[in-house]
């Protein structure tokens, strides 16, 4: 797939974490990328947390949630908040030498994605053009961008991206069985689906498999559309380095609930 398929790709599989050091790994993958390595990360949170775009105004509009037994943490990428808990969380690391065009990156991974899911028996696709999500329009499920993952109109998984130093990182999360209307906002309109109530993968099957299949589904659908094997493997020390030096911005009150 151009540039991508020349890349050496590799796979973390990470237990539970918290969000604070799912969030600072995710940023320590960007930062330690070099050479022709790209990586892809599957991974779920120890606890429900609520994960805010980079950008996304936090205070007065969800900080009444945090006497809920809910974690906070604010993510490198942009976008709008996810509440990570019933769902699957994958991430994937590009060096910006490989390819510096995002958007190829992005359209790239969602056809993977994609491709993954209907593996799965869901009939995923892609959502066609529509207005920007502003930062301020509500939670990210609240609605579908172009090119999300949506089934039937229907928001099943979303992304963001952003460019970290040398490299591209994507994240997104995958609805296992977790419809997001608890940060509100969810489901309150239906403009060619992207107001629709998302959907989560156990109402598209009607059953959930084991977040190890869904995780291998999706991690084979990556590998078939970029034409690669993608090999598992730990941290490095370099990675694990680069995350220490991350934890404490992502532990921070001050980055997190910044207005």
Known sequence: MEDLSALRWTCLMDPPLPGWRNMARDHGLALAAKGDGAVVRFYAWETPT??????????????????GGLD???RPTGGRAVLHDGELTYAVVVPRGAISRMRRVYAVIQAGLVDGLTMLGVGAGSAGAGPAQALDSGPCFAGASEGEVVVDGRKILGSAQARIEGAILQHGSLLLRNDQRLLGGVGTGDVEGRGALPLTLEDALGRLPPWK????????????????EIAPRLLT???????????????????TWRA
């Open 237 to 255: 020390k370099t990675e694990i380095s680069a995350e220490e030096s991350l934890e404490a911005r992502y532990r921070c009150d001050d980055w």
């Open 50 to 67: 609520v994960s805010l775009g980079r950008n996304e105004p936090a205070l007065g509009r969800y900080d009444h949630l945090r006497t």
């Open 213 to 228: 299949d869904v995780a291998s589904a999706l991690r084979a659908g990556l590998s078939g559309r970029l034409g690669v």
């Open 72 to 74: 906070f943490v604010r």
